[in-house]
């Protein structure tokens, strides 16, 4: 059968719209934080400001979710591109047989911390024997606790923990417990420190924790050779270089968007976390790796001991 005219000219059009409609679909880009917007996310949004986003071509949307559970489960569905996440719960996901994998690292150093206040006299870990222990993630912080109060001969037996939920800083000062973990040293201690509560802070890794990568993006692993990755990384690079070169000019921009963030609390935090910041984003520290894997295993909290790539990998730029 024969095309009329009028057809055939609505079927080239079509035909030459179609590559225009792929090509902004490729460059569609979603990326789920890990909880809501903060200063922990600051080289994303200052990517945004610079425009290296658009340069890199990619039309990126940052999504902040409900329950920071969610995000790395959608993106192992396939229907987001990257997830803000931590290292620990790596681990503990692809354990589950979800396809992720570390594709990247925005801080790369722990900000976790197990911290009291002076009033409760807690001055050495050996003084949380018979205390009341705040936690918020069941499985995992208990582990963390034990290890910790085992560098002063104590086990978990020794002390109460209470599920506190998210409400660390409100359980700690109103005395439900004597001390706490989850609390980030460049929020939670600020916190602490701004209601004049002097809070005595005690660092994981000095007290037989591993050291982690606090903040790293997972990717789903069938997807680790989509040409969009490295470029959404190479712009995530830009604006933690644009961040360590104008961090006050960089604060300005973010408080013009978030203006509920404009605060002393995300004001100090926003500063104070410029140096946690991974200065190549694509960097894979396979030692750190291996040897939190090996913890998580030697703790019981993955079944099995895979190889690193089975969790982490590190993308071509």
């Given amino acids: ?31 789920l934080l890990d909880w809501f917007v903060n200063p922990d996310h600051a080289p994303l949004f200052c990517a ?38 931590y290292q620990t719960q790596l681990y503990l996901l692809c354990d589950q047989g979800l396809p992720l994998r ?16 002076q009033k409760s006299d807690i001055h ?61 040293r460049n929020f939670e201690e600020n916190e602490l420190k701004a209601q004049g509560a002097n809070p005595v802070v005690f660092l994981p890794e000095d007290y037989g924790v591993p050291p982690s990568d606090e903040l790293i993006m997972m990717s789903n692993a069938k997807a680790l050779n989509d040409p969009r990755l490295p470029a959404f990384l190479t712009a995530v690079q830009a604006g933690g270089d644009a961040l360590r070169a104008d ?39 396979m030692q750190r790796y291996t040897t939190y894997r090996d913890f998580m295993f030697a703790k019981g909290l993955i079944k099995t001991k895979g190889d690193v790539s089975a969790y982490a990998v590190q993308i071509a730029t």
Avoid: C
Wanted: proline residues 5%; glycine residues 8%.
């Fill in 102 to 117: 570390r594709t990247g690292t925005l801080i790369n150093q722990p900000l976790n911390t197990l911290m009291a206040t």
């Fill in 48 to 85: 945004k400001y610079i425009g290296a986003f658009e340069q890199a071509g990619l039309d990126v949307t940052l999504i902040a979710p409900t329950d920071p559970d969610i995000p790395p489960r959608l993106v192992a569905a396939g229907q987001a591109d990257v997830a803000l996440s």
């Fill in 247 to 285: 961090p006050h000019g960089m604060w300005q921009k973010f408080i013009e968007e978030e203006t509920s963030l404009n605060d002393t609390l995300n004001h100090t935090a926003w500063f104070q976390t410029v140096p946690y910041f991974a200065k190549n984003p694509f960097h894979l520290d």
């Fill in 1 to 31: 059968m024969r095309l009329s005219r009028r057809a055939a000219l609505v079927s080239a059009a079509a035909l030459a719209m179609a590559p225009r409609a792929r090509a902004a679909e490729e460059k569609k880009f979603t990326v």
């Fill in 124 to 184: 050495a870990i050996a003084d949380l024997k018979g205390r009341k222990i705040g936690y918020s993630v069941a499985g995992v912080e208990d582990v963390l606790i034990g290890t910790m109060l085992g560098t002063a001969g104590l086990t978990l037996a020794d002390v109460t923990l209470i599920n506190v939920n998210f409400n660390i800083v409100t359980a700690l000062l109103s005395g439900e417990v004597d001390a706490v973990i989850g609390g980030y």
